[in-house]
C-alpha cells in the first residue's frame, strides 16, 4: 500500500479581493475628505471600510487548497474552519479558465467536475502553475483509478431508456 504524499497546496491569489479593496478604499478616501471639511468624529467610520477589507483579506488568506497523491482537500473558514476532501478518483472532469484580468497576473482557475455528493463542483481559483497542478492532478487521478480499477461511468438520458423500458412490459 502506498503512502499518502502531499504534492502541491496554495491559496487563492489576494488579486481576487482586487474590486473589494479598491471599493474600500475609494469609500475610506470619501470619510477621510468628509472629515477634513466636518469633525474629526467622521473617522469613526473608517472602521466600516477598514474592517471589510481586513475580512476580505482574511477569507482569502485562509483559504487553503491542498493536493495529494490521493485526495483533494479544501481548508476554509477563518475563525470556524472546516475540510473537505475529495479523493482523485471521483474527479469526472477538469477544465482551466484563464480570465484576462487573471492571465495578466499569471494566474488562473482550475474548475472540476466530481462525482463527490457534497462537492459535485470545485474551482481551485487564482492558482499559479495552473497547467502544471492540473497535469499533476490528471496523471494521479489516473493512477488511483488504476489503483483502486475504478471507472466512471457516466449515464446519459438515463431517464428516457427507462421510458422504454415502461413501454416494454
Same mark, same amino acid.
Given at each position: 500500500?502506498?503512502?499518502?504524499?502531499s504534492?502541491?497546496?496554495?491559496?487563492?491569489?489576494?488579486?481576487?479581493?482586487?474590486? %473589494?479593496?479598491?471599493i474600500?478604499?475609494?469609500?475610506?478616501?470619501?470619510?477621510?475628505?468628509?472629515?477634513?471639511?466636518?469633525?474629526?468624529?467622521?473617522?469613526?467610520?473608517? /472602521?466600516? %471600510?477598514?474592517?471589510?477589507?481586513?475580512?476580505?483579506?482574511?477569507?482569502?488568506?485562509?483559504l487553503?487548497?491542498?493536493?495529494t497523491? =490521493?485526495?483533494?482537500?479544501?481548508?476554509?473558514?477563518?475563525?470556524?474552519?472546516?475540510v473537505?476532501?475529495?479523493?482523485?478518483?471521483?474527479?469526472?472532469?477538469?477544465? /482551466?479558465?484563464? %480570465?484576462?484580468?487573471?492571465?495578466?497576473?499569471?494566474?488562473?482557475?482550475l474548475?472540476?467536475?466530481?462525482? !463527490?455528493?457534497s462537492? %459535485?463542483?470545485?474551482?481551485?481559483?487564482a492558482?499559479?502553475?495552473?497547467? =502544471?497542478?492540473r497535469?499533476?492532478?490528471?496523471?494521479?487521478?489516473?493512477?488511483?483509478? !488504476?489503483?483502486?480499477?475504478v471507472?466512471?461511468?457516466?449515464?446519459?438520458?438515463?431517464d428516457?431508456?427507462? !421510458?422504454?423500458?415502461?413501454?416494454?412490459?
Open positions: 500500500m502506498t503512502t499518502e504524499t504534492l502541491w497546496s496554495g491559496s487563492p491569489s489576494q488579486f481576487t479581493n482586487f474590486k %473589494p479593496f479598491l474600500g478604499l475609494v469609500v475610506s478616501a470619501a470619510i477621510i475628505t468628509a472629515a477634513c471639511f466636518t469633525s474629526y468624529y467622521a473617522l469613526y467610520a473608517l /472602521i466600516l %471600510p477598514l474592517g471589510w477589507i481586513l475580512w476580505r483579506y482574511l477569507l482569502v488568506r485562509c487553503r487548497y491542498e493536493l497523491s =490521493e485526495r483533494i482537500r479544501l481548508r476554509t473558514g477563518v475563525f470556524n474552519q472546516q473537505n476532501e475529495i479523493e482523485l478518483y471521483r474527479i469526472k472532469d477538469t477544465s /482551466i479558465q484563464l %480570465p484576462f484580468l487573471l492571465r495578466i497576473v499569471k494566474l488562473g482557475t474548475a472540476l467536475v466530481t462525482s !463527490d455528493r462537492l %459535485p463542483e470545485l474551482e481551485l481559483k492558482i499559479c502553475n495552473v497547467d =502544471e497542478v497535469d499533476m492532478l490528471r496523471q494521479n487521478v489516473e493512477r488511483l483509478r !488504476d489503483i483502486k480499477r471507472r466512471e461511468v457516466d449515464f446519459e438520458g438515463a428516457d431508456d427507462l !421510458d422504454g423500458l415502461d413501454s416494454l412490459q
